[in-house]
């Protein structure tokens, strides 16, 4: 039974245009939505963060949106540079413990 | 400040041997946690230790699968024996607090079984 969902392997957008990652859950339990970015050979590196109780969080170039109805979350990234290239996982908390559940993973190509 | 440092970075074993992995946290965090992130997967929760006690390892296969975190700072994570399907990349993440929004995760040991 899989918590959280990244249904698409792969996404490729072009530099400059905006990348839209997605995220679906199933569990209304969950507290806090992450988004981590991975390089090959690395670890993942935490890049942003949402409340349950917000519906949206800006840091820089880096959106979430969150739809607690729907339970959806994305990630907004504007403008997309060739930097941003790498593994995306959405993660889902459970707030009485701190465990993570992590999506498949969306692996985003920014084309210069 | 040093990130989290797992050793080694590569291992390559073949079924039934053991293996270890061994896991330096951020200096000064209290939790620390052991995933396993098979290929085309996201990380998946082994164990998590508050200090040195073990406080969620309900998906660590205990039949193989041990794991210690002595004197509260570093971790040890062991198989034993092996298995193929153990193949994956484990990974040994630390924060500050239990409910901390941000795990703090090291590079990882890939784990090839042959």
């Known amino acids: 039974d899989q918590q959280v969902k990244q249904n698409s392997p792969s996404l490729s957008v072009q530099e400059g245009r905006i990348s839209i990652l997605n995220c679906d859950y199933t569990?209304?339990?969950?507290?806090?939505f992450l988004w981590y970015k991975k390089y090959p050979a690395e670890g993942p590196t935490f890049l942003i963060s949402?409340?349950?109780?917000?519906d949206k969080n800006e840091d820089g170039r880096f959106t979430v949106f969150l739809n607690k109805s729907a339970k959806h979350l994305s990630l907004h990234i504007v403008p997309s540079q060739p930097g941003d290239s790498a593994v995306y996982f959405c993660?889902?908390?459970?707030?009485?413990?701190?465990?993570?559940?992590f999506g498949q993973g969306t692996t985003l190509q920014v084309k210069p | 400040e040093a990130g989290v440092v797992q050793s080694p970075r590569y291992k390559i074993i073949e079924k039934k041997q053991p293996v270890a992995f061994w896991c330096n946290p951020i200096?000064?965090?209290?939790?620390l946690y052991w995933y396993r992130q098979n290929l085309g997967q996201g990380p998946e929760l082994l164990i998590r230790?508050?200090?040195?006690?073990?406080?969620?390892d309900s998906q660590l296969p205990k039949d193989r699968f041990s794991a210690e975190r002595l004197k509260g700072v570093d971790s040890t994570l062991k198989i034993q024996p092996a298995e193929l399907g153990d193949s994956a990349v484990y990974l040994c993440a630390s924060s500050l607090a239990p409910i901390s929004n941000e795990q703090f995760f090291g590079p990882g040991t890939r784990l090839t079984v042959l």
């Open positions: 949402i409340s349950s109780i917000k």
């Open positions: 230790y508050e200090n040195e006690e073990a406080v969620d």
């Open positions: 569990n209304s339990m969950f507290d806090y």
């Open positions: 993660a889902a908390r459970f707030g009485n413990t701190g465990k993570l559940i």
């Open positions: 200096s000064g965090h209290n939790t």
